[in-house]
C-alpha cells in the first residue's frame, strides 16, 4: 500500500510517495538523495541514522516514513541552516534565502553548526561513518539539556550540569565503532561553553571512563 507524504526536509518541502513499510531513512537516503543520515545497524541500536523530527532526536531506522507526513526533519546537512535560526525557527526573510540555497551551496560557503565546528576543533571523529549522527543528537541532547530535562546520572533537584558523565549518558544511543568517545564528549562540551577550545584530549584519562558511558 502507498501513500503520499509531504516532509520539509532542512528546509525544503518534498513530496513523494512511499510504501507504507518504508522507513524514515531509506526515504531519506533512497528516494530523496540525503545521505548524511547513515545505515549503520537498522535497528536502532547505533545511532548513526539520527536525525531531528519536529526538534526532537529520532532513530530514523525505526519511524516509518508515512508518520512524517507534514513533519519537519532535520540532518547533519540541514543543521547550518538551523543554527541561523531563533529557538528553532527561521524568521520569514532568513528562510526564503536558505531555502533557495542547496546544501551543497551552504557546505561550499564553510557555514558549519557551532556543534560541527566543535566536532572539527576537537577531532572528535575517526572514519566518520558515525559522525553526522553523533553530531545531530548532540545538538538534541543539548537542546534538552538547555530545557532543564534530567538525564539518568543527574545529582538531585535543579538545572543539570554538563560534566563528562552528564554528555556521555545523553549520547549513549550513538556507538563510535572507532572509539573516538573521549573527543566527542570534548567536542559536546565546547559546543555548549563548559569545556576548553580546540584541545583533544586524548590520552588524559583512560578510554574506558568516556567510552563505557557512550556505548551504554
Not at 545497524?41 to 507526513?69: E, F, K, N
Not at 558515525?130 to 530535562?149: D, I, K, M, N, Y
Not at 543539570?160 to 573521549?182: I, T
Request: with cysteine.
Amino acid at each position: 500500500m502507498n501513500s503520499d507524504i509531504t516532509v520539509q526536509v532542512d528546509g525544503v518541502p518534498r513530496r513523494l510517495t512511499v510504501d507504507t513499510r518504508t522507513t524514515l531513512l531509506d526515504a531519506l537516503r533512497e528516494r530523496l538523495g540525503v545521505t548524511s543520515p547513515k545505515k549503520g545497524c537498522d535497528h536502532g541500536q547505533c545511532g548513526a541514522c539520527t536525525v531531528l523530527s519536529g526538534g526532537r532526536r529520532v532513530l530514523s531506522c525505526l519511524v516509518l516514513a508515512v508518520t512524517q507526513d507534514g513533519a519537519e526533519v532535520v540532518t547533519a546537512e540541514g543543521l547550518a541552516a538551523r543554527a541561523a535560526t531563533t529557538d528553532g525557527r527561521h524568521d520569514t526573510d532568513a528562510r526564503t534565502a536558505t531555502d533557495a540555497r542547496t546544501a551543497e551551496e551552504r557546505h561550499a560557503d564553510g557555514a558549519l553548526h557551532p556543534v560541527q565546528r566543535a566536532f572539527i576543533d576537537c577531532d572528535a571523529l575517526q572514519c566518520g561513518y558515525c559522525t553526522p549522527g553523533q553530531v545531530v543528537s548532540a545538538v538534541g541532547a543539548l537542546e534538552e539539556f538547555a530545557r532543564g530535562w534530567p538525564s539518568a546520572v543527574t545529582e538531585g533537584p535543579g538545572a543539570p550540569r554538563l560534566d563528562r558523565a552528564e554528555v556521555a549518558e545523553r549520547m549513549s544511543g550513538n556507538l563510535c565503532r572507532c572509539g573516538a568517545y573521549v573527543n566527542i564528549v570534548t567536542a559536546i562540551q565546547q559546543a555548549a561553553g563548559t569545556g576548553p577550545t580546540g584541545t583533544s584530549t586524548a590520552g588524559t584519562e583512560p578510554a574506558g571512563t568516556a567510552s563505557a558511558g557512550a556505548a551504554r
